[in-house]
């Protein structure tokens, strides 16, 4: 029965206690909360390819089938060994199902749950927190201090030095999610091989949030319900795929946090069009920024985030099919904008 706030978290992920065997990891930053769910896993099971050690659930799946989890929880891998389970909650309760596992905990298996913010007496935190075998965890969004820490750590492993302009630069271009700021410093050390010290040229080169106007205007666009005639002109003139897809994912995130914040404040809309402006975004309508903090859910946004890094992937390993990728998943964003 833990409960470790963010600034905990790290020296608690270092030396997990065995007897922990159910984590809820939980927060705004999802790149945050699917890192340290990962690394939980990686530090219990040997390998997670081998689909007998490791196996993921939908909350939706468990919610309708609570037996289910206890089916998977106690299934013994073919060779032995341990297992572990990552479920990603929904909208649906799956109080049950869990309450079954506190009750008879599995004997080598982990169970790691991933859910966005929680408040204080949200029942599965509850749970949770004061369950024997239980951890929950949170997740707060990188702190500059934070993120001065996770530049440090990537420029000495890399051997690199920085000025201070450049430092600058990158600080400010990190922060909106800790998979998309490793994303980014990891593209930094790439991009600087065979050099050692960097500028702020190198910064701009590469960093994401120097996407143009044009992308921003047409991924906007599509989390409207629009595409058509825009994404043909871009691509037409020769644009990026892959920075497009990406511009996607950045404005997912940051609407994605403006609803929480909107939510967070009983539905007042002035603090997510604040974060909206501070991510960049204020070319847009504020009418146009409205409508859409009022129609997304973060639930339905933090369902896309999967799609858009796939499709990221896949745009980068096969140039051959970066269009296309971009295409499917902006029509899909923009199809699920219309039906809301």
Known sequence: MVAIRTREAERFLSAIPEDIFLFLIYGPDAGMVRERALSIINKRIDDRRDPFQFVQISGEAIAADPLLLLDE????????????ILIETGTKSILPAINSLIAAPPDACAIVLTAAVLKKDAPMRKLIEGAKGGAAIECQEDTAQDLNGLIDRTLREARLTATPEARGLLLNALGEDRLMSRSELAKLVLYMHGRSHVEATDIEAII??????????????AFTGETGLQLEAYFAHGGDPSALIFGALRYLIALHKARISMEREGGRLEPGISIMMRAGFGFMHRSLLEAQLKAWTAMRLNQLREPLRSAQTQARAHAAVAQMEAERVLWRVAKIARSK
């Open 73 to 84: 929880a106690n299934t013994t891998p073919l060779f032995g060994g341990r297992r572990a």
């Open 208 to 221: 994401a949030h120097a996407a143009s106007i044009a992308s921003d205007r047409i991924v906007a666009a």
